[in-house]
């Protein structure tokens, strides 16, 4: 039973144009996530909310922010789109630090053209 | 920091056969160590996890044992079904921060009919 929710599924785009992600738990965890997932299945964290403040910033270009307006939300803005973005953008959550359980949505498989 | 290696990006098998996967760790400390699985069209989910107080974990006939002395976590399962074709990934706590997690490479598995 899925309880991570992202939409969109899929997004095509072409370069330059801006798009955003949007992601919610119900499962009342305080920390969430977004991950970049690439073609060979490839797994990188972008970012890390816990209880709507950012705890991990990796390395990404600053064309990614992430938007948190409560727990329960956490969405993803990218501002001008490039060809090497296309990739599944990964949402997720947990109930706290990282020996516990993390839950995954399905997934937003972004293109761009 | 820590680090987890995958080597079989891919293994190919036939229903009922045994499977194998390796994996090996680099940390300090005794984390709990985790598989997660991925189906197709799906976000990854945990498998299974391990502590050093039970040593050993199962879940729907995949096992995994931490062995300290060869910092292994390997997945086995005696017999696979064509059901079981996903990506498996070895992941362990990132002793860096205490909110995120590190993914193996993920292994490829196909069972065939």
């Known amino acids: 039973e899925t309880a991570v929710f992202q939409t969109p599924n899929y997004h095509v785009t072409q370069v330059g144009n801006e798009v955003s992600f949007n992601c919610k738990q119900t499962l009342g965890h305080d920390t969430m996530y977004w991950y970049k997932q690439d073609s060979k299945k490839l797994l990188k964290i972008m970012f890390s909310y816990n209880n709507k403040q950012l705890i991990v910033n990796e390395t990404v270009p600053r064309r990614f922010s992430p938007q948190s307006s409560d727990k329960a939300h956490l969405n993803l803005r990218i501002k001008s789109v490039e060809p090497e973005d296309s990739a599944v953008y990964l949402c997720?959550?947990?109930?706290?630090?990282?020996?516990?359980?993390?839950?995954f949505g399905k997934g937003t498989r972004l293109t761009v053209v | 920091g820590n680090s987890v290696t995958q080597m079989q990006g891919q293994v190919t098998l036939s229903e009922e056969e045994f499977l194998f996967i390796n994996c090996t760790y680099s940390t300090t400390g005794y984390p709990t160590l985790f598989w997660y699985v991925q189906y197709p069209g799906e976000g990854p989910q945990l498998l299974l996890k391990v502590t050093t107080a039970n040593n050993k974990g199962s879940s729907r006939g995949f096992e995994a044992t931490y062995d300290k002395g060869t910092t292994s976590f390997h997945l086995q399962k005696a017999s696979v079904q064509e059901s079981d074709s996903a990506v498996y990934y070895c992941v362990l706590p990132d002793d860096t921060n205490a909110y995120k997690v590190i993914f193996g490479k993920g292994t490829h598995l196909h069972v065939l009919p």
């Open positions: 997720a959550s947990s109930r706290g630090q990282s020996n516990t359980e993390v839950f």
